[in-house]
């Protein structure tokens, strides 16, 4: 119960960080546009901007971000050794981003042939 109320947590901070420095900033939204992360879901995924808006695209992406990095967290609290938390959060962080922008994609996929 303890590492759920945790997970909840590190998931609203996070999320919070993102809204405040991505989603409200419209004017930084050009800028964002064109990073790499975007243009992964733009070139792999076909995203077209027309079908999904750009601010529930970004919304969705802080909630992915928020949701991988508070899962590596609460994973890496297990473990008692610095070396250890490194190298296990790293490889979390990796398989996480692969599943979950996988799972992004094929969402963004649906609605662009949904639409």
């Not at 109320?5 to 609203?12: K, R």
């Not at 809204?19 to 939204?29: A, L, M, R």
């Not at 996480?96 to 994609?105: A, P």
């Amino acid at each position: 119960m303890e590492k759920l109320i945790s997970f909840i947590i590190y998931f609203i901070l996070i999320y919070l960080f993102y809204f405040f420095t991505v989603i409200i900033q419209k004017k930084k939204y050009d800028k964002y546009k064109k990073s790499k992360q975007v243009m992964y879901f733009v070139n792999k995924y076909n995203l077209d901007f027309d079908k999904i808006p750009f601010n529930k695209f970004i919304n969705i992406l802080s909630i992915v971000n928020s949701f991988i990095m508070s899962i590596t967290i609460i994973l890496v609290q297990f473990l008692p050794n610095l070396i250890l938390k490194l190298i296990f959060a790293l490889i979390t962080l990796i398989l996480l981003i692969l599943i979950c922008y996988r799972l992004l994609g094929i969402y963004i996929e649906r609605r662009n042939k949904n639409v």
